[in-house]
Nanobody
Framework: VYLVESGGGTVQAGTSLRLSCALSGGIFSAYTTGWFRQAPGKEREFVAAISRRSDSYYNVGSAKGRFTVSRDNVQNTMYLQMNGLKPEDTAVYYC?????????????????????WGQGTQVTVSS
């Protein structure tokens, strides 16, 4: 299974970006998928995740209300729409896939639950 992120870039505060994560080598609908990010000098943190039946979960502190995670099982792609970007959103954003969740409505916020990871895409927000 391979994951490739795209859509990152350098933007001004208050603007929007949409990240994409394309999965290949597996059946996308069989995976719970999530977004994590790692800011310079900080540990990687959970941002959002979406279950196989499209229930979504967010890091309340950083993403809730500004970010929206979605998935397209036909295009084998997960998205993260980020609105109202802030300089503190600057980070490398990673997508991940979890193939071991039996409950189609469940998704984990815990990194070790995720089996596959992309290489990341840089998001830089200037003030």
């Amino acid at each position: 299974v391979y994951l490739v992120e795209s859509g990152g870039g350098t933007v001004q505060a208050g603007t929007s970006l949409r990240l994409s994560c394309a999965l290949s080598g597996g059946i996308f609908s069989a995976y719970t998928t999530g977004w994590f990010r790692q800011a310079p000098g900080k540990e990687r943190e959970f941002v959002a995740a979406i279950s196989r039946r499209s229930d979504s979960y967010y890091n309340v502190g950083s993403a809730k209300g500004r970010f929206t995670v979605s998935r397209d099982n036909v295009q084998n792609t997960m998205y993260l729409q980020m609105n109202g970007l802030k300089p503190e959103d600057t980070a490398v954003y990673y997508c991940a896939a979890d193939g071991g969740t039996a409950n189609s409505g469940y998704c984990s916020t815990w990194e070790p639950h995720y089996d596959y990871w992309g290489q990341g895409t840089q998001v830089t927000v200037s003030s």
